[in-house]
């Protein structure tokens, strides 16, 4: 029975390709896991050792500091006698030089007798109402405090989110004591955000640092979401802890007796293989015994271990490829390629017009079959090119035809995109009118797109002058849309009611979006809203009444900025809860600024790690730049801007607005 080509070669080849591919993986699978436990191991213990010293370096020195203020002569007086005059001003300034020395430029202190809790941060905010809130037993989120009374260390870390300050810290409490009697408690807090990216942040590719309690509560980790905030209030089976994430009820036993091993000094550093979020890690387990945590670096080893451990592998992998390849060749030339290279030749033949071929067939296979049907080709090709070339030019003019069909409807799109951007364009105030009823201004109005969500506003009545930045849900055409109906909706209102009190014009306000939008109960509509920041100028008091929703209203003097917060959430939203709103009156003189922006500019990425232009850089340039015209403020804004984002795509529609009334 007559053996085809393509079988020979077909059998030939698996046989050539198995014997390589057994000696391939008993040799891949003996020098990788013989290098990849070796340096994992290796270097676990020394990245868990490693991560443990930066870790624990800067915590250390704040909380020295904070045992420092703790054992104050002058704050344990005034803890005893917190009314006298006196030693209130000189512990608030004894506190005041603790202030500029702790990383984090705040501090606390909290008198037990009265539950007092004193606070100042950075900015300087509370100067001279440093006495925040009093602490309340009955209350859930204080009861850490009570809790930390009966504490026998003199000092513990919590993390925590405070819900009278409104900050998340890592908060160091020191225990303030005369002769075993509880005084007060004294102390500072870091940054989640920059404890997290400065001190947790691994330095190497491929490892994650995790710090958990004794229980396993996680304190610290990359991502702030798994993080177990004021875990000394919980109970155990409330707790964000790491065993949560281990689904091994094996491997939850062998950490927790690492745990043990190392809590008891018998060990520096231990390794585990664990299996976390359903991923296989090699873990470094250490106790910092200072903190009283863990340090937990996870290591991703197909991240860490280098392709240069497995070089002879990848040398005995080549000369195996090299040897099927010359037996390939060997094969196909003697096979196949003389063979083909006639059938080459016809083929050049054929291609140059001469279709009367006569291939031998020289042996009785598919290359023989293959030339004999090759001739017959060379006939039936003759005979189809003449038409062949007919119907590629019809085909060519259909699709030209098509094409252009295609471009039109484009510049079609292109061209009412480009008219609603004149639309959109002539609901923004002119700059003669901004001139003539508020005075020098800035407007930086950037959407993302050609068209957006952002719009500022002017509106004049008899007895005030209005306006603000209001950020609409989406960009491009549907945020341009939204923009529309939002502006008709507000100068309707303010032209009906300008007279109410911004809280309850923007409560009508809200109303009217609301139904506008259809957002009724069972209404089958889009969830649209928009954030907004409202002002309100009468210039003969000389006075602005603000009230906004997400978007703050900055205030620059001459002695720096001042942010006014806007109540938090958007208007319109059909999820959004009724709530009390506030609102800021100031009066205004010569000088005074006042900026509105959309939180585009704050959240426009840049720089080299890609982060969010950020609030903090948006005061500094305010305050920097605080001598020079508006003018010359938003051209300095747009560059500044413009050198940060770099190659980074606009995220979101950008606008601020800036004005300092005549």
């Excluded at 020394?46 to 909380?63: M, N, S």
């Excluded at 037993?137 to 009966?150: G, I, Q, V």
């Amino acid at each position: 029975m007559r053996q085809s080509l393509k079988t020979r070669f077909f059998l030939i080849t698996i046989a050539v390709f198995a014997i390589l591919a057994v000696l391939g993986q008993l040799s891949f699978q003996g020098i990788a896991n013989r290098f990849v436990r070796l340096l994992g191991e290796r270097f676990a213990e020394k990245q868990v050792l490693y991560d443990k010293a930066r870790i624990q370096a800067p915590l250390l020195r704040e909380i020295a500091l904070s045992q420092k203020s703790a054992d104050s002569p002058i704050l344990k007086r005034w803890a005893q006698n917190e009314n006298d005059p006196g030693l209130r001003d000189a512990a608030l300034k004894e506190l005041e030089s603790f202030r500029r020395f702790f990383q984090d430029r705040s501090y606390f202190f909290i008198v037990d007798h009265s539950l007092n809790y004193y606070y100042n941060d950075r900015q300087q905010q509370y100067t001279g109402r440093e006495l925040r809130y009093a602490l309340d037993p009955a209350k859930t989120p204080d009861s850490w405090y009570f809790r930390l009374r009966e504490s026998p260390h003199d000092y513990e870390l919590n993390v925590d989110y405070d819900v009278e300050l409104k900050v998340t810290k890592v908060w160091i409490n020191t225990l303030v004591r005369e002769q075993g009697r509880m005084l007060g408690l004294s102390g500072t807090g870091l940054d989640l955000t920059a404890f997290l990216k400065d001190i947790v942040q691994a330095q190497q590719a491929g490892v994650t640092n995790i710090l958990v309690d004794d229980e396993g509560a996680i304190q610290a980790h990359p991502d702030p979401r798994l993080i177990d905030l004021n875990t000394k209030s919980k109970q155990a089976g409330e707790r964000s802890t790491i065993f949560r994430h281990i689904p091994s009820a094996e491997e939850q036993a062998a950490l927790r007796a690492a745990l043990a091993r190392l809590k008891s000094g018998k060990s520096a550093a231990l390794t585990l293989a664990l299996t976390l979020d359903g991923k296989p890690q090699l873990v470094g387990i250490a106790y910092v015994p200072e903190l009283r945590w863990f340090n937990l670096s996870t290591m991703d080893l197909d991240a860490i271990v280098g392709h240069a451990h497995f070089l002879p592998l990848a040398a005995l992998l080549l000369a195996s490829l090299l040897l099927s390849l010359v037996l390939m060749a060997w094969l196909l030339n003697s096979l196949v390629l003389k063979r083909l290279g006639r059938l080459s030749l016809a083929t050049e033949r054929l291609a140059q017009g001469q279709y009367e071929l006569d291939l031998p067939a020289e042996r009785d296979d598919e290359l023989g079959a293959l030339a004999e049907r090759f001739t017959q080709m060379a006939a039936t090709v003759r005979d189809h090119t003449q038409n062949l070339e007919h119907k590629v030019a019809e085909r060519t003019q259909a699709l030209a035809a098509a094409n252009t069909e295609l471009a039109q409807a484009n510049r079609q799109i292109l061209d009412s995109i480009r008219y609603a951007k004149l639309i959109q364009t002539a609901i923004l105030p002119r700059p003669e009118h901004l001139q003539a009823l508020v005075g020098e201004h800035m407007a930086l109005w950037l959407p993302r797109d050609v068209v957006g969500g952002d719009f500022y506003f002017l509106h004049a009545e008899k007895s005030a002058t209005f306006l603000g930045v209001v950020d609409c849900t989406g960009h491009g055409v549907p945020g341009a849309f939204m923009s529309m109906t939002a502006h008709a909706v507000l100068h309707q209102l303010l032209t009906e009611a300008a007279e109410l009190p911004l809280p309850e014009l923007l409560a009508i306000y809200e109303d009217r979006l609301r139904h506008t939008l259809s957002h009724e109960p069972g209404a089958d509509a889009l969830d649209y809203g928009l954030d907004i920041g409202l002002c309100r100028l009468n210039h003969e008091a000389r006075t602005l009444d603000y009230c906004g929703f997400d978007i703050d209203l900055y205030v620059v003097d001459g002695s720096g900025v001042d942010r006014l917060r806007a109540n938090r959430g958007g208007l319109g939203y059909r999820r959004r809860r009724r709530r009390e709103t506030s609102a800021h009156g100031l009066s205004w003189g010569e000088g005074l600024r006042f900026y509105l922006s959309s939180d585009g500019l704050l959240d426009q990425a840049g720089g080299a790690e890609g982060y969010g232009f950020g609030r903090a850089r948006f005061e500094h340039f305010l305050s920097e730049t605080a001598g020079l015209s508006l003018h010359e403020q938003e051209r300095r804004l747009a560059a500044r801007l413009a050198d940060y984002q770099g190659q980074h795509a606009q995220r979101d529609d950008i606008t601020v607005l800036g004005f300092s009334p005549h």
